[in-house]
């Protein structure tokens, strides 16, 4: 079956650094796009970066843009986001997410709290 297991969050200064990961499974990994989604309280959630299934593109919600780099390794089947200079509004549940076209449907990680808090 499909899976997607993030890891990485945690608590962390304003200024500070996460990297998360996210292990994926059950699908042809290198065949896929993946994105990074987050979801704050009360919010809708929010595409924060995407990357195309060999690497060679990447795109970045304007809010996270510089500080924010999404990239993969499919030898390992895993996407990682590494975030710089976090600042309290990145505090959200963070999802590992991809759109397997030949099931027709989304597939979702369990989510991994980031807080930037001091």
């Known amino acids: 079956q499909v899976q997607l297991v993030e890891s990485g969050g945690g608590l962390v200064q304003p200024g500070g650094s996460l990297r998360l990961s996210c292990a994926a499974s059950?699908?042809?990994?290198?065949?896929?796009?993946m994105n990074w989604y987050r979801q704050a309280p009360g919010k809708e959630r929010e595409l924060v970066a995407t990357?195309?299934?060999?690497?060679?593109?990447?795109n970045y919600a304007a809010s996270v843009k510089g500080r924010f780099t999404i990239s993969r390794d499919n030898a390992k089947n895993t996407v990682w986001l590494q975030m710089n200079s976090l600042n309290p509004k990145d505090t959200a549940v963070y999802y590992c997410?991809?759109?397997?076209?030949?099931?027709?449907?989304?597939?979702w990680g369990q989510g991994t709290q980031v807080t930037v808090s001091s």
């Open positions: 997410n991809t759109w397997i076209y030949i099931l027709s449907r989304n597939y």
């Open positions: 059950g699908f042809t990994f290198s065949s896929h796009s």
């Open positions: 990357i195309s299934s060999s690497g060679s593109s990447t």
